[in-house]
């Protein structure tokens, strides 16, 4: 059963760079879509980008150029860097699998809390 | 791209079925069959229900059914249960190639 497990620090400061590490076990990501998702301190569901089976990406446009999300195969590991970050990027991020990239995430990791602050 | 609309909370007694809706437009719920459905428990991670407007995944019970009609899809919970208080959210394929999620719904079970 694949497992999905979110890593980076828990505390970033205003215009500096949040980078986070999702490390899959038990499958590959060579194949499907691999997401990810924030959740602000009592708001909903945010998508903010996918990296797929081939390298390719896709982000939410609403983040503009502020994202990045990159994959290393040999450490079957994805990543998300979202730059220049406000206290309005707080919240638990979540990196999770989806089969066809049509929006049916079907394995989250347990999500990790970032805060912005000085 | 804006978020899906649903609405911020549903409430129903046990044994009673409710549904709750999520609007979008052609751009995404109208124009394909990938909606899907999460339940959020507090503290915990989303889980997926109902995907491809009407799937649902093994192990995911028999009461929860999904559809669409036009730019809006629904999910109905049938024979409510103390468990099923969660929140829900649906989420959207989209026509340049995204995901869009609605706002959430709180379900109260009374």
């Known amino acids: 059963q694949v497992q999905l497990q979110e890593s980076g620090p828990g505390l970033v400061k205003p215009s500096e760079t949040l980078s986070l590490t999702c490390t899959v076990s038990d499958g590959s990501i060579s194949s499907h879509y691999w997401a990810w998702i924030r959740q602000p301190p009592g708001k909903g569901l945010e998508w903010i980008g996918y990296?797929?089976?081939?390298?390719?990406?896709n982000h939410n446009p609403s983040l503009k150029s502020r994202v990045t999300i990159l994959r290393d195969t040999s450490k079957n590991q994805f990543s998300l860097h979202l730059n220049a970050v406000t206290a309005a990027d707080t919240a638990v991020y979540y990196c999770?699998?989806?089969?066809?990239?049509?929006?049916?995430?079907?394995?989250w990791g347990q999500g990790t809390t970032v805060t912005v602050s000085s | 791209q804006s978020a899906l609309t649903q609405p911020a909370s549903v409430s129903g007694s046990p044994g009673q079925s409710i549904t709750i809706s999520c609007t979008g437009t052609?751009?995404?719920?109208?124009?394909?069959?990938?909606v899907s459905w999460f339940q959020q428990h507090p503290g915990r991670a989303p889980k997926v229900i109902i995907y491809d407007v009407s799937h649902r995944p093994s192990g995911v019970s028999i009461r929860f059914s999904g559809s669409k009609s036009g730019n809006t899809a629904s999910l109905t919970i049938s024979g409510l249960q103390a468990e099923d208080e969660a929140d829900y959210y649906c989420n959207s394929y989209t026509s340049s190639s995204s995901v869009v999620f609605g706002g959430g719904t709180k379900l109260t079970v009374l």
């Open positions: 999770a699998r989806d089969p066809v990239g049509s929006g049916s995430m079907d394995v």
């Open positions: 052609p751009s995404d719920i109208g124009g394909y069959d990938y």
């Open positions: 990296i797929y089976y081939n390298g390719f990406t």
